[in-house]
């Protein structure tokens, strides 16, 4: 058991992690590729250096397999310059780096884990249409006010109206977010949007999470005045967004894995996590006598959206539906915030038949023709 001990307090993988954590942190602008190249070599270095007293170490097997990872993503060379190591962080107890960092998760997660922590996206913008955490995608018929999130850390709510008299679309004219209090970083702050007041503060008129010490993890920033603010709360390694384009109002959050998913069973209604409930789900196929014709409405969206995925068909039912062209922008919008949001880059369009089915590849079309059993497959245009 002595033995045990000895050899566990000799490995070295919180250092490792720290180090990488300090050569990374102000890594900035376009010579941030090579420097994060240098310093993930200067970290496989120095886990190669503890390695004989890091066997069983869960933290140190989670850090190498993270480099190898990181190494490929960004196609660093195993050959090449390495840092000298970084001063090592002052002790826990005498505000080290771990008490320093408990309001920025990104570099607290690092710091602990070896690897940056994964993140999940979800928006909701137009009639509204809804891209979940896990990528489903639904347009929902939802008038009222309904849920996105409702976790530990976050409340976020929608209200919609009808997107035009007598119709059966709704989009959003109102946004509630409560970023909940967080006892070392933030006060609680309640921030609201509605139509024509998309305001870069919270309720109180503040901007900031308040006068602890971590108030600034929590911060707005406004993108287009009026029209356009984020909100970035570095305490939970969230971002979110806000717009409005036309009459309506859209929504898109990043947010780390263990955020979006820190709720109870009794918070099981969050259209972010499961989408809409079946029974308010339409199609986005434009049916009968729109205020635009389609064809029309294909074309306003193609200048704005040439990829015809699931924005573009949402886009096009929008135009269609409300006779306003500003629902090109509205698409166009949520499609930037993914684009910045998302980790994977090949997840950014998704293609879907009417209803939202998600619709098959080549591939899979083939081998479904080829089964004795024969499938009809049918995809759906307009």
Known sequence: MKLGAAVSSQCKILRCNSEYVAATLHLRGPERGAGFCTALRSYSLCTRRTARTCRGDLAFHSAVHGIEDLMIQHNCSKEGPTAPPRPRPPAPGARGFESLDVCDYERSFLYKHGRPPAFRHCAAFGDPHIRTFHDDFHTCRVEGSWP?????????????????????????????IIFKNMKECIDQKVYQAELDNVPAAFQDGSVNGGARPGG??????ERSPGRHVEIRARYIGTTIAVRQAGRQLSFSIRAAEEVAGAFSEEQDLQLCVGGCPRGQRISR????????????????????????????????????????????????????????????AEKLHIFQAGRGSPLASPCSLLLLFLLPCGFWVVSLHF
């Open 148 to 176: 996105l999130l409702d976790n530990d850390f976050l409340f976020v709510q929608a209200t919609s109206s009808p997107v035009a008299e007598g119709s059966n679309a709704t989009v959003t004219s109102k946004l509630t």
């Open 216 to 221: 600034g993890s929590l911060a707005i920033l």
């Open 285 to 344: 196929s434009p049916r009968g006598r729109g205020r635009v014709p389609a064809e029309t409405a294909r074309a306003l969206c193609r200048e704005m959206l040439p990829v015809e995925d699931v924005y573009f068909q949402s886009c096009v039912f929008d135009v269609v539906t409300s006779g306003d062209a500003n629902f090109t922008m509205a698409a166009h919008g949520a499609l930037e915030d993914a684009r910045l949001f998302l980790s994977d």
